[in-house]
Each structure stands twice: as structure tokens, then as C-alpha cells.
């Protein structure tokens, strides 16, 4: 029992040292694009024998000690080990970690932070047409595939009129059995970054006419 109660003392003392390492604590940054973003990398230890690596998503973006790395575009680190990323892209969107390396007996230890750039909606059709006829008694597939970020809400218009029963659905499908179900259909996508957007496909039922009014 000894042996066990020291093997658990042992490893409380390490994790307390562990939590101690960092003056930084890890972050999740939620920017727009074209913004700025900094992530801190501060030691207990800036003086000491260290090396400190930036990776993002795992792989390796900056290096202290290797001078022949080259940073991304809009990327760098400073003297105190931050990176900032400039003019903020969607695919800046990512697990960033610092990982500071440190002489022997000492092993390295990492913090992670999150980068997630928010983004204006876009919209578009599926079938990615204009217009969609059908015969009679088949069936009618139609989607709206969007992007943004935060993920965008769909809503949904029939020649102008709200669907309320088809909120927040990407995909629509149903026979198209009757006249008054041909006609315009329109979803719109909006996030809350930007203006909303919107996409359209006219639905045709062969031998049948619409009104758009």
C-alpha cells in the first residue's frame, strides 16, 4: 500500500508542475475574415535552453530553431513565441498547438487553441439548374447545398410564400402529382455574418401550367 499511495503522489506533483509551465491558457478565437488573430505561447521558462514548434492540425508550421523553415503566407512568431495570423481566410480555420521543447530531464509540453473564422453564407441549387421538369406522378428531388460559418439556417419560399413546414431542411422531395406543385422554389441561407443569400429553381410538371401569382 505504501508503494501505491507514493506511485499517486508522485504523479499529483507532476501535474501540478505541468499546470505551472504554461502563463498562457488555451483559447478559442471566433474572428471574421481579413481579421487578426494572436495566439499566446507563454512560458514559465523564456530564458532557458527552449525550443518551440507552432503546428496546425499536426503539422509543422514554425520552428524557433530552424531558420530555413519559412512561415505561411500571413504568419509569423515573435520573439515570446505567439504566432499571429494575419488577413484571417476560411481555411485558417484549425487546431493551432505550441509545443515547447525542453532540455533533458525535462520533456516537451504542448497547448493547444482554436481558430474559427466566420464566414458569409453562400448558396446554390441541387440540381445545380435553373429549371427542373418532370412528368407527372414522378418524383421531385431538390437540395440547397450552402458553406459558412457558423453553419448557415435554410428556409424556404414556393413562389414567394414561406414553407414553414420545411425550415431548416436542406432537401426537398415529393411527387409531383398535381399542377399546384409545380412552380418556384427558393432557399435561403443566413448565419448572421453578411446578408443573407438566396438560390432558385423553377419546378416543371410536364402538361402542367403555374402560377407564379
Known amino acids: 500500500m505504501g508503494v501505491s499511495d507514493g506511485y499517486r503522489a508522485e504523479i499529483g506533483v507532476e501535474l501540478v508542475l505541468c499546470d505551472q509551465e504554461f502563463k498562457s491558457v488555451p483559447v ?12 499566446p505561447c507563454y512560458t514559465d521558462n523564456t530564458e532557458g535552453d527552449i525550443r518551440v514548434r507552432w503546428y496546425k492540425n499536426g503539422t509543422l508550421l514554425a520552428d524557433s530553431r530552424d531558420p530555413n523553415l519559412l512561415l505561411p503566407l500571413r504568419t509569423r ?5 505567439s504566432l499571429q495570423v494575419d488577413e484571417l481566410i476560411a481555411k485558417d480555420t ?5 509545443e515547447v521543447i525542453r532540455p533533458e530531464p525535462w520533456g516537451p509540453i504542448r497547448q493547444s487553441h482554436t481558430i474559427e473564422v466566420q ?6 441549387t441541387l440540381p445545380d439548374d435553373s429549371f ?8 421531385v428531388d ?6 459558412g460559418s457558423p453553419p448557415p439556417i435554410v428556409n424556404w419560399r414556393k ?3 414561406p414553407m414553414a413546414l420545411l425550415e431548416h431542411r436542406s432537401r426537398i422531395r415529393f411527387r409531383a402529382e398535381h399542377r399546384l406543385l409545380a412552380g418556384v ?11 443573407p443569400v438566396t438560390a432558385s429553381i423553377t419546378v416543371i410538371i410536364q402538361g402542367e401550367r403555374f402560377l407564379t401569382h
Open 142 to 147: 431538390i437540395g440547397c447545398e450552402t458553406t
Open 28 to 39: 478559442t478565437v471566433k474572428a471574421y475574415e481579413n481579421d487578426t488573430v494572436l495566439l
Open 159 to 161: 413562389n414567394g410564400e
Open 185 to 195: 422554389y427558393e432557399c435561403t441561407a443566413s448565419n448572421g455574418v453578411g446578408d
Open 132 to 139: 427542373l421538369e418532370v412528368k407527372k406522378g414522378e418524383y
Open 119 to 124: 464566414y458569409a453564407p453562400t448558396v446554390r
Open 94 to 98: 484549425a487546431e493551432y498547438t505550441c
Open 77 to 81: 512568431m515573435y520573439a515570446n513565441f
